[in-house]
Nanobody
Framework: QVQLVESGGGLVQAGGSLRLSCAAS????????MGWFRQAPGKEREFVGA????????YYEDSVKGRFTISRDNAKITVYLQMNSLKPEDTAVYYC????????????????WGQGTQVTVSS
């Protein structure tokens, strides 16, 4: 069974921090890049960033660069999204996803998805 389960979402004030976790089944983790995406109400799903299989390469969208950090612990088959200096516009459901290659920023390469976790940033 391929599973990705996000946790760590919640309500936080602007300027605050949250750390999201994504626990994966081994089959979903493997030698795969992991990505984070988000979707705000009424908007398209947006790519946030990605991390390579070994963790040595990361990529972030401009809107979160310098504020968000993606990391992974392959021993725990978990990927993290540390979010600092949160803004109201970061409010969204956040999803993690596993890609079918060691590193990619192409959304079409992400074929396993979690159920999402809500992040709400109040002003």
């Amino acid at each position: 069974q391929v599973q990705l389960v996000e946790s760590g979402g919640g309500l936080v004030q602007a300027g605050g921090s949250l750390r999201l976790s994504c626990a994966a089944s081994e089959r979903a983790f493997g030698s795969r890049a992991m990505g984070w995406f988000r979707q705000a109400p009424g908007k398209e799903r947006e790519f946030v960033g990605a991390i390579s299989w070994g963790g040595g390469t990361t990529y972030y969208e401009d809107s979160v660069k310098g504020r968000f950090t993606i990391s992974r612990d392959n021993a725990k088959i978990t990927v993290y999204l540390q979010m600092n200096s949160l803004k109201p516009e970061d409010t969204a459901v956040y999803y993690c996803a596993a890609a079918n290659r060691p590193f990619t920023i192409a959304v079409r390469d992400y074929d396993y998805w979690g159920q999402g976790t809500q992040v709400t940033v109040s002003s």
